[in-house]
């Protein structure tokens, strides 16, 4: 199977300050969330959402919104800008 990509990229704060990093597909998107010390529901539904794309339940996209959503919630969203 290949890579499951969305579009536009979620850009979170990567392990370097000053350093974003933008996510642009499913399997990156699980990395990240593995990484987040934070662990609220956003990110719950996230890896949810992200299991469910390797399925073929939910769309890449759909992945894309609850990821951005569990960045707001960790605190690692930045601005696409």
Request: glycine share 4%; aromatic share 8%; net charge negative.
């Amino acid at each position: 199977m290949g890579l499951l990509w969305f579009s536009p990229p979620v850009y979170v704060k990567a392990n370097r300050p000053g350093i974003r990093h933008g996510v642009s597909h499913v399997e990156e998107a699980v990395e990240e969330l593995m990484a987040w010390d934070t662990k609220g529901p956003r990110r719950t539904k996230a890896v949810q959402s992200c299991v469910d794309a390797f399925e073929a339940r939910v769309s890449p996209q759909e992945v894309r919104e609850a990821f951005e959503a569990a960045a707001k919630e960790a605190s690692v969203y930045l601005s696409p800008e």
